[in-house]
C-alpha cells in the first residue's frame, strides 16, 4: 500500500513529507485510514535523537485514530467502516505471562513500538501515525467509541492511557488525594481522569500561571513548588502523586509531600534524573515508582472510560504541514493542551 507521511530524516533536521509503503495484509491484520494522529512529547525527543541513535528516515506518532478500509482473511474482531485506534506498540510476543496477564507493554521478549522499531516478521522499522495509512495487527486496534469525538480522542492512547495506568494500580477512588506535577499534556489528562475517578486533586507547578486552567479541568488549585512556605505546609497531605515532568529534573522536594506509604510514579521523564535525598522515604515508607503506558485491555478501558465520562483531551488541531511550528512550541516546554493533526490534507 502506497502511502505518505511526514518524516524526520535527521535528529537536526525538520520534519518533511515521505512517500513510502505499508506492507500488505497479512491474514492477521487491518488497514486504516489515519483521520488524526497525536502529537507527543516522545515524538520529540526520538526525531531529536535525545534517547539515541534513530532508524532515519522515520515516520513518529502513536496516538492514531481513524476508520478501517481493510481487513485480513483471518480477522474476526474488526470490519471495513469501522473507528479504531493505535497506540504506543503493534505487537508483542503473545505468549509470555505478561502478554497472557494483558500487559503487553511489558512483554518479557519486548513490545515493538508503533514506529522506530523491527517488525517481528519482516524485520523492516516500523513507521507511525503521522501518516494517512498503517497496517496493524488485530490484536493491537482499539475501537473508538461512539461517544468520542475522533478529532480530540487521539491522545488518549498515549497521554490518556500513560495517566490511567498508574491510577488504576494504585488504586485511586473517592477521597484520594492525587496531586499531579506538570499541566502539559500528561498532566492535563491525569488531573482530568483522576477527578472524574472521585479524587481530591491538587496541580504542583512552579507559579500560579496556570491556576485558572487547573481549576477548569476540576483541580481543587495548585501548590506552587517554589514557594517552600507551602511545599513544607503540605507535608503528608498525597497518596499518590502522577509526576508528569518530560526531562531530567530533582524528585526529592515532592517526596515529604507523601503521606506514609505514598507514592511518587513518575510517567514523563525516560532516561537519567537527579538523585534524590532518601531521609523522606526511609521515614514514611515512601516510594519512587515508575509506570509505561498499559496494555491493550487497559487501554480500552480507559477510551470507554473517557467515552462515559465525556473526557476529551484539551487539543489543537493542526494540520500536517504545521508540524514543526507544533514541535518547536513544544520544546519550550509544558503546554496545557495536546496538538493533533487532522491527515485529511494528506493525499498519496
Not at 134 to 148: G, H
Not at 308 to 318: G, K, Q, R, T, Y
Amino acid at each position: 500500500m502506497k502511502t505518505v507521511g511526514y518524516a524526520a530524516h535527521s535528529s537536526d533536521a525538520e520534519m518533511v513529507p515521505y512517500h513510502f509503503e505499508r506492507r500488505a495484509l497479512r491474514p492477521g491484520d487491518v488497514a486504516i485510514e489515519i483521520l488524526f494522529s497525536g502529537l507527543c512529547h516522545s515524538d520529540l525527543h526520538t526525531v531529536n535523537g535525545d534517547w539515541g541513535p534513530q532508524p532515519y528516515p522515520l515516520v513518529p506518532g502513536h496516538e492514531i485514530v481513524g476508520r478501517v478500509i481493510e481487513v485480513g482473511t483471518a480477522v474476526t474482531r474488526f470490519s471495513e467502516g469501522d473507528r479504531v485506534g493505535v497506540g504506543c506498540m503493534v505487537d508483542s510476543c503473545q505468549e509470555c505471562d505478561q502478554c497472557h496477564n494483558h500487559e503487553e507493554q511489558y512483554c518479557r521478549h519486548g513490545m515493538t513500538p508503533t514506529y522506530g522499531a523491527p517488525d517481528r516478521i519482516s524485520g523492516e522499522i516500523t513507521q507511525g501515525g503521522y501518516s494517512k495509512h498503517i497496517v496493524v495487527r488485530e490484536e493491537f486496534v482499539l475501537r473508538i467509541p461512539d461517544a468520542l469525538d475522533m478529532s480530540r480522542a487521539a491522545p488518549i492512547l498515549c497521554a490518556g492511557i500513560t495517566t490511567f495506568s498508574p491510577l488504576r494500580t494504585w488504586n485511586v477512588g473517592k477521597g484520594s488525594r492525587v496531586g499531579v506535577i506538570g499541566l502539559g499534556g500528561l498532566g492535563h489528562m491525569a488531573v482530568k481522569l483522576a477527578v472524574a475517578m472521585g479524587a481530591d486533586v491538587t496541580v504542583l507547578s512552579r507559579s500560579e500561571r496556570k491556576a485558572d486552567e487547573a481549576k477548569e479541568l476540576g483541580a481543587g488549585g495548585i501548590l506552587v513548588s517554589s514557594d517552600k512556605a507551602a511545599m513544607a505546609g503540605a507535608t503528608a497531605t498525597f497518596d499518590l502523586i502522577i509526576d508528569t515532568v518530560p526531562v531530567e529534573h530533582d524528585v526529592t522536594p515532592y517526596a515529604p509531600l507523601l503521606d506514609i506509604d505514598g507514592t511518587l510514579v513518575i510517567v514523563g521523564q525516560v532516561g537519567p534524573m537527579k538523585g534524590f535525598m532518601t531521609v523522606p522515604m526511609i521515614f514514611g515508607r515512601r516510594r519512587v515508582a515508575g509506570s509505561l503506558i498499559g496494555g491493550i485491555k487497559e487501554t480500552q478501558e480507559v477510551l470507554d472510560f473517557c467515552a462515559e465520562h465525556d473526557i476529551h483531551p484539551v487539543c489543537e488541531v493542526i494540520r500536517p504541514d504545521e508540524v514543526n511550528r507544533a514541535f518547536a512550541v513544544m520544546s519550550q516546554g509544558d503546554i496545557a493542551h495536546r496538538f493533533v493533526m487532522d491527515m485529511s490534507s494528506l493525499s498519496v
